[in-house]
């Protein structure tokens, strides 16, 4: 069972989590949800540990028992904008904007957060898994992102992003490959890995230039 709170004499706690960090295509959600105290689900979980039809549910008792939630996006062209990484917290922070009731401290699922206001928070690696708060937040951040890529599917089926939801499988860049981005896509990221480079074995090591390349894959949340 998930814990309930981080901070018990904080009567309004707020958790925050976001879905499609890593993806190549479509925007990124964030969700931030205040529970009851005393809230309790075993079903409830990291968003990514669940099957489809268990977030729907979650999603909806989550909304029903919830004393405040809220759900943002900032979409392809900020991303490239300003950086996935600054557009997953400006889409957190549109989130807590919204919330009905203001928290007094708030729970990010993470290493890394930019601080929203005078409110304390906390960054919780991997926290999805531990407290019930961003457990909720990551569930509405999943859904509604896949409501939304289901709806894009309809207007460009050569992508599969009913199935793939925009991440970089090789259905998506097959389709890339063949059809070319769109525009949603997030143009600063490698829609297409590079072509195997070719050694010349004749040419002394030294004379090579390695370079790091960070794939979208590895910010996938």
Known sequence: MLRSYHQKDIAFEAGCDEAGRGCLAGPVFAAAVILPPRFRNKLLNDSKQLKAADREKLRIVVEKEAIAYAVASVDNVEIDRINILQASFRAMHLALEQLKQQPGYILVDGNR?????????????????????????????K?????????????????????????????????????GDTPFH???????????????????????TVVKVVSPEETED
Not at 113 to 134: R, V
């Open 186 to 208: 997030r143009k600063s990221f490698r829609l297409l890995p590079d072509e195997q480079l070719e050694l010349d074995f004749d040419t002394p090591v030294s004379e090579y």
């Open 143 to 179: 859904t509604y992102r896949d409501d939304y890529m289901q709806q894009l599917h309809e207007q460009y089926p050569h992508f599969g992003w009913l199935e793939n939801k925009g991440y970089p499988t090789q259905q998506h860049r097959d389709a890339i490959r063949e059809h």
């Open 113 to 141: 957060f930019i601080p929203y206001g005078n409110i304390p928070h906390a960054c919780i690696i991997k926290g999805d898994g531990i407290y019930a708060s961003i457990a909720a937040a990551s569930i509405l951040a």
